[in-house]
C-alpha cells in the first residue's frame, strides 16, 4: 500500500515541478505573453523582437518626425515614449464629446530578415483592452496605415523591413470628468502556418479626461 500510494505522489512532484519550470521560462523573457488569447493560442517564450519593432518619435531609428503630441503639453512633447516592450503612451487632456482622431501615435516596422526560412510576410493584429478601474474604453478604433496615412487597417500584413504608423479613434462620450483612463492596446504577432504560438505587445495608454496635459 506504502508503495502504491507512493506513485502518484511522486508524479504530481513531478508534473508540479514541470509547470513552476514552464512558468518560470516565460517570466523571465523581456517582452510580454500571454498563456490564451483572442487568438485562441498560446504564447512562445521567443523575442518579439525578432519580428517586429515598435517605435516612438524618440526612438524611430529612420528620424521620422510628426508622431502625435500629448495634448495639452507645453512645448509640446510625443505622446509615446520608449520601443518595443518599453513603449507607453499618454495622449494627454481631452474634453467634449465628439469623437477625435490620433494619428502616429506610434510605428510599428517588421524586422529585415524574418528568423523563420521561407517567412515573406508577417500580420500584426491590434486588440483593445478596457480601463481596469472603470471598465470603460475610450479608444474606439485601433489600426494601421502607412506612414502618413489616416487609415485604420486592421489587422495588416508586413514584409520585411515594411513600416506602418498605428492610428487610434478616441470616444469622449459618456467619460467622467476629471479622471485617468488606462486602457491598453494589444499588437499580435503570427505568420501562415503558425498555429500553436504567437507574440505579442502590450502597450499601456493614459487619457485624462479634463483640460491641460492631465496627470502623469
Known amino acids: 500500500m506504502i508503495v502504491r500510494r507512493g ?11 514541470s509547470t513552476l ?3 518560470c521560462a516565460v517570466r523571465s523573457s523581456t517582452a510580454v505573453f500571454s498563456s490564451s488569447g483572442t487568438t485562441g493560442v498560446r504564447a512562445a517564450a521567443d523575442r518579439i523582437q525578432e519580428w517586429l519593432h515598435v517605435y516612438s518619435q524618440g526612438s524611430d531609428p529612420d528620424g521620422l518626425t510628426g508622431y ?8 509640446a512633447v510625443p505622446a509615446a515614449t ?10 494627454g487632456g481631452f474634453t467634449g464629446t465628439a469623437d477625435v482622431t490620433v494619428n502616429r501615435v506610434v510605428t510599428i516596422q517588421a ?10 510576410q508577417i500580420t500584426a493584429r491590434a486588440y483593445l483592452v478596457a480601463d481596469p478601474a472603470s471598465g470603460r474604453q475610450p479608444i474606439s478604433g485601433c489600426g494601421f496605415a502607412p506612414v502618413g496615412g489616416t487609415q485604420r487597417r486592421n489587422p ?3 514584409r520585411a523591413g515594411q513600416k506602418q504608423q498605428m492610428n487610434l479613434r478616441l470616444r469622449l462620450r459618456g467619460l467622467t470628468l476629471g479622471t485617468l483612463y488606462e486602457p491598453r492596446v494589444q499588437i499580435v504577432v503570427t505568420y ?5 504560438t504567437y507574440y505579442r505587445y502590450e502597450l499601456p495608454v493614459k487619457i485624462w479626461y479634463g483640460s491641460g496635459p492631465g496627470p502623469d
Request: glycine share 12%.
Open 82 to 91: 520608449g520601443r518595443d516592450e518599453t513603449i507607453a503612451v499618454h495622449l
Open 192 to 196: 501562415s502556418g503558425m498555429t500553436v
Open 68 to 75: 502625435a503630441t500629448r495634448r495639452g503639453s507645453s512645448p
Open 111 to 120: 524586422v529585415p530578415s524574418f528568423p523563420v526560412t521561407g517567412i515573406t
Open 156 to 158: 495588416v500584413n508586413l
Open 21 to 23: 519550470g514552464s512558468l
Open 7 to 17: 506513485i502518484p505522489l511522486v508524479l504530481a512532484l513531478l508534473v508540479l515541478g
